[in-house]
């Protein structure tokens, strides 16, 4: 039974009726920044089983948050992807995340895939008052065999640090680093010589511009 079915009107209860069940919004989260194969989603949403994903993506669906796409390949590969309005639903992991940060312990375990570091990193943008030079971040989940690298690019948008998948053309410098190694450089306070020494983050290029996109974040979650 809804929170519908028992007659209570209160939207967000019955948003909760949509998107309120375990790994519902974890799903969510990995389609946000483009599609992916059910083969994907299985590999990020980590401790969930082939029969619960099915019925997860089969319910975000029926609530038109998803739909199944063909992706431009020569097999014309089946995914996922988020429609219009479930793309609203960002804002909604973004406040929950600053929410969680507020608490009275704000530290986690455990680690983070490609997509849900650089949401953490949208949701955390700093400000960059003189601007930013277009620079790239590859990004892996070293937790995975032989682990797929995705990319995304970083630049500034209405003076916000802002970041969007897909690769850059002609970058500054290059970023590629695990996404669980790379929050801990950007929120956990390690430093970046650290995580190079370690293998776990490796600097191509103008490593004065990422050393100021480390220092942007952590100016902006000191306070937290």
Request: net charge neutral; hydrophobic share 40%; aromatic share 2%.
């Given at each position: 039974m809804t929170y519908a079915h028992h007659g209570d009107a209160c939207r967000a209860a019955n948003a909760l009726d949509l998107v309120g069940d375990r790994w519902t919004l974890i799903v969510v989260r990995e389609l946000l920044l483009g599609p992916k194969r059910f083969a994907d989603l299985?590999?990020?949403?980590?401790?969930?089983?082939?029969?619960?994903?099915?019925?997860?993506?089969?319910?975000?669906?029926?609530?038109?948050?998803?739909?199944?796409?063909?992706?431009p390949d020569l097999a014309r590969t089946r995914a996922y992807a988020v429609t219009e309005w479930g793309r609203g639903l960002e804002s909604v992991l973004a406040s929950l995340g600053r929410w969680y940060s507020s608490g009275p312990d704000?530290?986690?375990?455990?680690?983070?895939?490609?997509?849900?570091?650089?949401?953490?990193?949208?949701?955390?943008?700093?400000?960059?008052?003189?601007?930013?030079?277009?620079?790239?971040?590859?990004?892996?989940d070293a937790r995975q065999p032989d682990p797929p690298v995705r990319d995304y690019r970083l630049t500034t948008v209405n003076g916000l640090l802002d970041v969007q998948p897909g690769a850059a053309v002609d970058p500054v410098a290059t970023v590629t680093t695990d996404s669980t190694a790379w929050s801990e450089v950007l929120f956990g306070g390690l430093?970046?010589?650290?995580?190079?020494?370690?293998?776990?983050?490796?600097?191509?290029?103008?490593r004065d511009t990422v050393l100021g996109v480390v220092r942007l974040y952590l100016t902006a979650v000191a306070p937290l």
């Open positions: 299985q590999d990020a949403v980590r401790g969930i089983t082939p029969a619960v994903l099915s019925d997860r993506l089969r319910s975000l669906r029926q609530a038109g948050i998803i739909d199944q796409v063909t992706l704000p530290r986690t375990s455990g680690g983070m895939t490609p997509d849900a570091m650089v949401l953490a990193m949208r949701t955390m943008a700093p400000p960059v008052p003189e601007g930013l030079p277009l620079t790239a971040l590859r990004l892996y430093p970046l010589t650290d995580a190079e020494r370690a293998g776990t983050v490796r600097v191509e290029g103008d």
